[in-house]
């Protein structure tokens, strides 16, 4: 029986018409109509089936291509990769690295991403750029302390607060001045910072060796000794202003030239606004904090605490310490010691990508490559309230 003659069938019955078929006489018609139903039922349950076979392959299909259009779209089109599996690009960059471009397969020389500057040279991947960041904060002092953030500008222009909201008592029927905040704008420029490593030719070849981790590891060594010098005390010029460049912090003086004062300490401290005493740090050199280490309250316990937790530093009066090589020497006139909420006072900002250039030749005869790198890195100060600095004078 056709599906058409089933549904005829179905809407006769429906319809309290009488059922006519073709069986014998003798047949009873209350089984031949369930049966009729029966068939009419698997009829249905079977094109329901396959219609919701084909709407799954369309669904699958659709999701296919959307999968396809993806890899299509990424650099190199090299498609997708397991978890774990190194990209095409990463790849590509590690046989320049190992190769230049001039001997790797033809779809690594495609993946590779041509830097934007005149000197020539790719890009680094981003797992690459990620590595040498990470190695340049386990290093450089002030990026552990400040807010870092990442741009594609040449510079970085923030809101900062000019003026402070004015609330007044009135009467009833006076009039209420207005107490909006204003604002200005502050410009942190983007400024390049350039260096170059020799890595020998037997290190380049033997495949055992992570080269990528290996010339990250010494950009991360050569950028943060330049860059954290120049977050904690650069003039601006080609280079970031530094914290201690900041205008305008309010100073406490320790009451003797050379001779430090744990009572001023304390005054310091609780100079600062409670808002930022939370996050607070203090910002001085390791021969600062030899001299820190030896100084007792009235109890004789010792203002300075070691950290009993791996990776944790040591504090003074509760508050963490961050040693920075560049801060000056206990002397006449000096502050070496800061303490503020130096996440609010400073910021820093990577910008996004970082170029690579293989240079084969130069160092040639002593069997080595030459890899110059460049990056481009802002900072500067942006609240001045929420730090204060100990002058070394005497009252």
Known sequence: MTKIALACVASSLMAGW?????????????????RTVEELRAGFTEFRTNTETQLTGIAEMRTQLADIETRMNRPGGGGGNAPGEITLERRAFSSFLRLGNDRMPADEVRALIVGDDTK???????????????????????????????????SVILPKLTGRPTATWVGEDEERSETTMTYGQLEIPMHELACYIDVSLRLLEDSAINIDSEVASELSQ?????????????DGA??????QRTAGVTEVVNGHATNLSA????????????????????????????VIMTLKDGQGNFLWQPSYQQGQPSTLLGRPIIEDPTMPDIANGTYPIWFGDFA?????????????????????????????????????PTLAEAVRKLKMAAA
């Not at 009488?18 to 369930?34: C, F, G, I, K």
């Not at 020539?120 to 904060?137: H, S, W």
């Not at 943060?224 to 010098?229: D, I, N, R, T």
């Not at 609780?270 to 390791?286: E, G």
Request: charged share 25%.
């Open 238 to 243: 080609k280079k970031p202003l530094g914290v």
């Open 222 to 234: 050569e950028f943060a000794l330049k860059e954290g010098s120049a977050f904690s005390n650069g």
């Open 263 to 290: 009572d001023k300490l304390v005054g310091l401290m609780y100079s600062l606004p409670a808002q930022y005493r939370s996050n607070a740090s203090w910002l001085m050199n390791n021969t600062t904090l030899g």
């Open 18 to 34: 009488p059922l006519e078929t073709r069986a014998e006489p003798d047949d009873d018609p209350m089984a031949v109509a369930t």
């Open 344 to 380: 609010k006072a400073y910021r820093i900002y990577d910008r996004i990508g970082m170029s690579i250039l293989r240079d084969p030749y130069t160092q040639a005869t002593k069997g080595m490559v030459r890899f110059h790198a460049r990056r481009r890195v802002g900072g500067g």
């Open 120 to 154: 020539g040279g790719y890009l680094a991947p981003a797992e690459f750029q990620t590595e040498v960041i990470r190695g340049i904060l386990e290093i450089s002092p002030i990026r552990q302390a400040v807010r870092v953030g990442s741009t594609s500008a040449g």
